[in-house]
Structures are given as structure tokens and as C-alpha cells.
């Protein structure tokens, strides 16, 4: 069994920056790909960003892009996202994800794990 906790989301003006942690206890991460979602409300889940378990292969949704940095520390067990530039749209409630694979998924049903998000408020 994983737990996930996410911690770092908050109250930020558009161009600024946040970062959001993700730690694991339970069993180590290194095995597994890991990912960040993010549900606005009203909306589905969507996929933001993935990491494969060595940190060698990230894949990002294409909004974010240039601004978003997936990283992991498996020593810590734990995945960070760096959000930069920040836009009213990226508003939402971001989940962190560990997958059953050691790969990048880009898909809801890969992962096994989730945590219990975190808010990000992005004010124009």
C-alpha cells in the first residue's frame, strides 16, 4: 500500500510560481512511474505531467509546457512539481499519482495510488 500526500498548492497571482510536493510512505516510489492531475471544478481529472522511475522520461500536457517541471527524488521518496508563469486557467484541485508501471502514463486508469490533492488558485 502507497500513501500520497500533496503539500505547496495556495493563493498566487498570475506570473507567479508554485512548487507541489508529493511524499510517499508505504513502499518506496522507485519503482514506479509517477504523475500529477489536476480537476478544475466543474471538469474531468486531467492529466498535467508524468516522471518514468529513474527521473530520465517526463511527458507534459501540452498547456503547460516550457512552465511546468516534473521531478523526482527517490532517495526522499518524493515527486515535486515546479509551476511557473501561472495562468487563471491552471486554477484547480492537483492530484499526485503513482502508477503500477515504471513508465510515463498518460492515462487515469495506469494509476493505482492517489492522494487528496491539493488547491492551486491562480487570481488574475
Given at each position: 500500500?502507497?500513501?500520497?500526500?500533496?503539500?505547496?498548492?495556495?493563493?498566487?497571482?498570475?506570473?507567479?510560481?508554485?512548487?507541489?510536493?508529493?511524499?510517499?510512505?508505504?513502499?518506496?516510489?522507485?519503482?514506479?512511474?509517477?504523475?500529477?492531475?489536476?480537476?478544475?471544478?466543474?471538469?474531468?481529472?486531467?492529466?498535467?505531467?508524468?516522471?518514468?522511475?529513474?527521473?530520465?522520461?517526463?511527458?507534459?500536457?501540452?498547456?503547460?509546457?516550457?512552465?511546468?517541471?516534473?521531478?523526482?527524488?527517490?532517495?526522499?521518496n518524493t515527486?515535486?512539481?515546479?509551476?511557473?508563469?501561472?495562468?487563471?486557467?491552471?486554477?484547480?484541485?492537483?492530484?499526485?499519482?503513482?502508477?503500477?508501471?515504471?513508465s510515463v502514463?498518460?492515462?487515469?486508469?495506469?494509476?493505482?495510488?492517489?492522494?487528496?490533492?491539493?488547491?492551486?488558485?491562480?487570481?488574475?
Open positions: 500500500q502507497v500513501q500520497l500526500v500533496e503539500s505547496g498548492g495556495g493563493l498566487v497571482q498570475a506570473g507567479g510560481s508554485l512548487r507541489l510536493s508529493c511524499a510517499a510512505s508505504g513502499r518506496t516510489l522507485s519503482s514506479k512511474g509517477m504523475g500529477w492531475f489536476r480537476q478544475a471544478a466543474g471538469k474531468e481529472r486531467e492529466f498535467v505531467a508524468a516522471i518514468g522511475r529513474s527521473g530520465a522520461i517526463v511527458n507534459y500536457e501540452n498547456s503547460v509546457k516550457g512552465r511546468f517541471t516534473i521531478s523526482r527524488d527517490n532517495a526522499k515527486v515535486y512539481l515546479q509551476m511557473n508563469s501561472l495562468k487563471p486557467e491552471d486554477t484547480a484541485v492537483y492530484y499526485c499519482a503513482a502508477a503500477s508501471g515504471p502514463y498518460m492515462q487515469r486508469a495506469a494509476y493505482d495510488y492517489w492522494g487528496q490533492g491539493t488547491q492551486v488558485t491562480v487570481s488574475s
